[in-house]
T-cell receptor, first 111, second 112 residues
Framework: EDQVTQSPEALRLQEGESSSLNCSYTVSGLRGLFWYRQDPGKGPEFLFTLYSAGEEKEKERLKATLTKKESFLHITAPKPEDSATYLC????????????FGQGTTLQVKP | DGGITQSPKYLFRKEGQNVTLSCEQNLNHDAMYWYRQDPGQGLRLIYYSQIVNDFQKGDIAEGYSVSREKKESFPLTVTSAQKNPTAFYLCASHSGLAGELFFGEGSRLTVL
């Protein structure tokens, strides 16, 4: 069964304190892995797509990486405005019509 | 601007009532989705549609129904058969094989 697990569930950082969020997945033929940011009471906002192991994508203070079993979202020198829930999702070649989401990591960055 | 519009943003329902959540997109996307989000949980797929007049059940379709009569519209009805309907509902769309989903702002349903 295709599955996505994110850790930790919650993360508190001081402003400037870098860290990483983990997304472990099992899927029968990965077509793509996606990262989203979700602010409270809002819909998720797309951040990155990764397709193959070794691939990296960057956007401002965020960098996403992918291996054959997991993905990391690295946050460098975070700011309070980076506080949000970060969601990971996978898409399998066997069913490109749907994404399977993890439960998310809620990040709080304190000034 | 192109995007996905969900309405209403907040909805209160009495037990035993059916309610319909609206989702409209002007992105010319073929595929549309409904997800449910509960506190501390990820998004769970209710229904999806990859083409007009066709749709498939997701992982938690019981107690829900949908229609896809137009490319732009994918309304979700939460029926009285849904045992625990209080949740945050998200509509999304994407085009072709591209995996990136574009989400609406969500509808929060509360059963009184």
């Amino acid at each position: 069964e295709d599955q996505v697990t994110q850790s930790p569930e919650a993360l508190r950082l001081q402003e400037g304190e870098s860290s990483s969020l983990n997304c472990s997945y099992t899927v029968s033929g990965l077509r793509g892995l996606f990262w989203y940011r979700q602010d409270p009471g809002k819909g998720p906002e797309f951040l990155f797509t990764l397709y193959s192991a070794g691939e990296e994508k960057e956007k401002e203070r965020l960098k996403a990486t992918l291996t054959k079993k997991e993905s990391f979202l690295h946050i460098t020198a975070p700011k309070p405005e980076d506080s949000a829930t970060y969601l990971c999702a996978v898409q399998a070649w066997s069913n490109t019509g749907k994404l399977i989401f993890g439960q998310g990591t809620t990040l709080q960055v304190k000034p | 601007d192109g995007g996905i519009t969900q309405s209403p943003k907040y909805l209160f329902r009495k037990e035993g009532q059916n309610v319909t959540l609206s989702c409209e997109q002007n992105l010319n996307h073929d595929a549309m989705y409904w997800y449910r989000q509960d506190p501390g949980q990820g998004l769970r797929l209710i229904y999806y549609s990859q083409i007009v007049n066709d749709f498939q059940k997701g992982d938690i379709a019981e107690g829900y129904s949908v229609s896809r009569e137009k490319k732009e519209s994918f309304p979700l009805t939460v029926t009285s058969a849904q045992k625990n309907p209080t949740a945050f509902y998200l509509c999304a769309s994407h085009s072709g094989l591209a995996g990136e989903l574009f989400f609406g702002e969500g509808s929060r349903l509360t059963v009184l």
